[in-house]
């Protein structure tokens, strides 16, 4: 090619990186690698798999699949390294992540290369973007570390993190799984996905070459089913996992009951939302970032087109312009901007949903052939595609856009909304106090304006709904790497029992009161159960004190659907909510005396017992009236002209199962911070003690609660639980009782992967303010959004 031609064509011309280093030091592993255990190298054995090049079909090298012995060998290390790099102390662990983040970006452009070859991503974007924020994470974390006493005192290490990654971004997502586990002191055992584990193997060795202590970072290679033998793993305290919603589907069925904490970071179609004001020109290049980055292999990327009417033919013109500018091909080259998918199975997903779409009357716009050697897959538009289609509702993880259009704010949301997941949302407009009237409206855990797919380590990163739990970044992404240090003195709760009812007192009340049969509470109204059946409340020498409407599942649904309606509570002030919480303690304390006799009826405190769990329920009231205006989130400082804001939002309808202990304090301790938050609540009270809860109708009638915000079923606690578990407009679910009983809510949240929060069957000491109030109780009532939003014109 001659200058002339360059400059009547202006195309560019190869500028291919050197990958000589890369494959040298594959070369230096002679091939073929095993999995990196207590510090050190296993050999690579005999069940190996190759490791290829999506781009050119090349095998790069073999690895090791794990089988249970070394999957049981990284473990017994990693525990064996916990207790010390615990002790070690903040200061000490800070001094390793920072000698990790030195090391990453000393071999900065070798992580690059090879991430590239690998993984069939751009070596634009694994040197401009992946591997900067690899080393960020890791600066970021060393600074937690060293915080760590002071900043999460009252915590402490889960103790070994079993993480479990995917292939769409493999160093950033091991540092993101591998950074706040170290500085919060536990010790990991990492598993790449099997087709790319390249970079953690050389992540293994930069371990080495800190002189990271053998046994606290663990890789252990293969596939699926290595991380499976993880998730079921007994020594295993905490599983964090990314990647698809049907695989963490499984997971949380197979931690549920054993104990473990999870994070999942799952699948989304996230809305990318265009107002006919926007900067369309802007706009379109937020779509090139949105869901041509990594060819559209991003959980967050934004998939699905959302844009306003007027400016709809004027959007997909300029967008079909520039999908054809897009150069497509050799990743390694400089200048290309789409790579390789990772590998046949997912072009065939790809292209299958693309059909789909195709089928459902889309039309289809692809920019540009593709080369005919390796696995690639073109920039690929579907216009006016139907809501119900596949196309529309599944994650297509690739270079694919939907789009439909909307008239208007509120129609934009409602289609926002309309899918399961729940990750990310882009808003475009130039009308800031839209844009940010949109942003909590919006069912997802990041929301840019006017920007798309920014990342940082101070920002929490993770998803509502189906796309996950848990946050990742940030000082929010720290608490899925503690327990609260007063777990380790909890005790077994004893399983209460239910009295027999004596004889003397069969014939029931005889006190001269004609139906003492209380009712529920639903819709700020009493209401008979749907059963039309009530059980017997004893005393603790067995005599009856009334009876309680038995619950089931049409109360339940009746009660959810009434918490429903009552979503303007999420949205009222803070200021509203704490008046109405201090007001029930008002109206609680006035009847002090009666509450009392009846804990002591019920379950045969003392009366100074009986009295101090009214008072400390009053004293609990008022902790969360003063909370309901100051659980406030942050601004996180983000290395970008702009802020991101951590909101802390409710989680919408939550299901409570209280405890049996301290009946009133117990429920009012799970209802109080719940509704503080703006949530509202089905509560089931203690299926043994449940007048407490029947008595306080009274209270929340006489205190201005709006109706529906809290919602009492009486009832067995398993059954009820398990119909709250199965309900999706139920988003979190909190559960008190016996450790079989935990068990059960976990392993019915998998389903709609609602996020729960269970007692394992542990005795929380209710009238503890460390064990049973304040923070924690707020953290498991709120998710954290972040906001981003740049600054400047
Ligand atoms: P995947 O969810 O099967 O794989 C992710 C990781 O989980 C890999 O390390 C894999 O070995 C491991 N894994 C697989 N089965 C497991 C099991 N039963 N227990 C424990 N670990 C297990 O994702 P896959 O098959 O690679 O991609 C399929 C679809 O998943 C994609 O088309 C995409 O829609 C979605 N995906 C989403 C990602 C995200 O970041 N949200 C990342 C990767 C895939």
Not at 12 to 29: C, F, Q, T
Not at 357 to 366: E, F, P, S, T, Y
Request: aromatic share 8%; charged share 20%; proline share 4%.
């Amino acid at each position: 090619m001659n200058i002339d031609t360059i400059f009547d064509t202006m195309n560019y011309g190869p500028a291919p990186e050197g990958r000589v280093e890369a494959l040298d030091w594959i070369s230096a592993h002679d091939g073929q690698f095993g999995h990196y255990v207590n510090g050190a190298f296993t050999s690579a054995g005999k069940d190996r798999f190759d490791t290829v090049n999506p781009a050119d079909g090349m095998v790069l090298a073999q690895i090791a699949q794990a089988n249970t012995s070394d999957v049981d060998a990284a473990v017994a290390a990693a525990r064996k390294a916990q207790s010390k790099w615990a002790a070690l102390g903040g200061h000490g662990r800070a001094k390793y992540l920072y000698a990790l983040a030195r090391l990453v970006q000393k071999h900065a452009r070798l992580f690059a290369v090879l991430e590239c070859l690998d993984n069939g991503k751009t070596i634009r974007e694994t040197r401009d973007i992946d591997i900067p924020l690899v080393t960020r994470h890791f600066y970021h974390h060393a600074g937690w570390a060293q915080l760590m006493e002071s900043e999460m005192a009252g915590f402490e290490a889960v103790g070994v993190a079993g993480q479990i990654i995917p292939w769409n971004f493999p160093l950033l997502m091991l540092s993101w799984k591998v950074a706040p586990a170290l500085a919060m002191g536990n010790t990991v055992v990492l598993k790449p996905a099997e087709q790319t584990s390249l970079s953690a193997l050389l992540f293994a060795e930069i371990c080495a070459e800190a002189g990271l202590p053998n046994g606290v970072v663990n890789i252990i290679t293969g596939d699926g089913r290595v991380g499976e033998m993880m998730t079921t793993h007994d020594d295993i305290d905490k599983i964090a996992f990314t990647g698809s919603t049907d695989v963490g589907r499984k997971i949380r069925e197979a931690t549920a009951g054993s104990g473990k904490k999870l994070t999942l970071e799952l699948g989304g179609k996230s809305p990318f939302i265009v107002f006919d004001d926007a900067d369309l020109d802007s706009a379109v290049e937020g779509v090139v970032d949105a869901i041509w980055f990594n060819q559209g292999q991003v959980c967050c990327a934004g998939s699905r087109l959302l844009v306003q009417e007027a400016v709809a033919d004027t959007m997909i013109d300029k967008l079909t312009a520039r999908m054809a500018t897009l150069r497509l091909g050799d990743p390694m080259d400089k200048c290309t901007d789409v790579g390789a998918i990772i590998d046949q199975t997912q072009r065939d997903r790809i292209a299958s949903l693309v059909d789909a779409g195709v089928r459902d009357g889309a039309r289809l716009i692809q920019s540009s052939s593709v080369p005919e050697l390796g696995c690639f897959y073109p920039p690929t538009l579907l216009v006016d595609v139907e809501p119900a289609s596949a196309a529309a509702q599944e994650e297509i993880f690739g270079p694919v856009l939907v789009t439909t259009t909307f008239r208007t704010p509120s129609e934009a949301t409602a289609l926002a909304n309309n899918t399961r997941y729940g990750l990310a949302a882009s808003i475009w407009t130039e009308n800031i106090n839209l844009a940010l009237d949109l942003a909590p409206k919006i069912q997802a855990g990041v929301v840019w304006i006017n920007s798309t797919n920014l990342f940082d380590a101070a920002a929490g990163f993770g998803g509502y709904r189906e796309s996950g739990f848990g946050r990742e970044g940030g000082r929010e992404g720290l608490f899925e790497y503690v327990k609260p240090s007063y777990l380790a003195k909890l005790k077994p709760a004893k399983v209460a029992t239910k009295v027999a009812q004596t004889s003397a007192t069969l014939a029931g009340a005889s006190d001269g009161l004609l139906d003492r049969t209380a009712k529920m509470y639903i819709g700020g109204k009493q209401a008979r159960p749907d059963g039309g059946y009530s059980t017997p409340v004893l005393s603790s020498k067995g005599a009856l004190l009334g009876h309680v409407g038995k619950g089931n599942r049409k109360d339940i649904r009746n009660a959810v659907e009434a918490a429903t309606k009552a979503a303007g509570w999420a949205s009222a002030s803070g200021h509203l909510r704490a008046q109405i919480l201090y007001y029930i303690a008002e109206n609680l304390s006035v009847r002090a005396d009666e509450f009392a006799d009846r804990i002591r009826q019920m379950t045969g405190a003392s009366g100074k017992a009986a009295h101090s769990e009214v008072e400390a329920t009053v004293s609990r009231l008022f902790t969360y009236g003063a909370w309901a205006d100051k659980h406030d989130g942050a601004v996180h400082s983000v290395p970008i002209r702009g802020v991101a804001l951590a909101m802390n939002e409710p989680n919408g309808v939550m299901g409570l199962c209280c405890p049996d202990a301290a009946p009133l304090l117990g429920l009012i301790s799970m209802i109080a911070p719940a509704i503080a938050t703006g949530n509202r609540v089905v509560a089931v009270p203690s299926p043994l003690h449940p007048l407490s809860a029947t008595d306080l109708y009274q209270v929340l009638e006489t205190s201005d609660l709006p109706a529906g915000v809290v919602n009492i079923v009486t009832g067995d606690r398993d059954e009820l639980a398990k119909t709250l578990a199965d309900h999706y407009g139920v988003s979190a679910l909190w559960y008190d009782g016996p450790a079989e009983g935990c068990a059960k809510v976990e392993h019915a949240s998998a389903a709609n992967l609602k996020r729960s929060w269970v007692s394992g069957g542990l005795a929380r000491d209710w009238h503890s303010r460390d064990q049973s109030e304040g923070r924690e109780f707020l953290r498991h009532a709120t998710q954290v959004k972040n906001i981003w939003v740049p600054y400047g014109e």
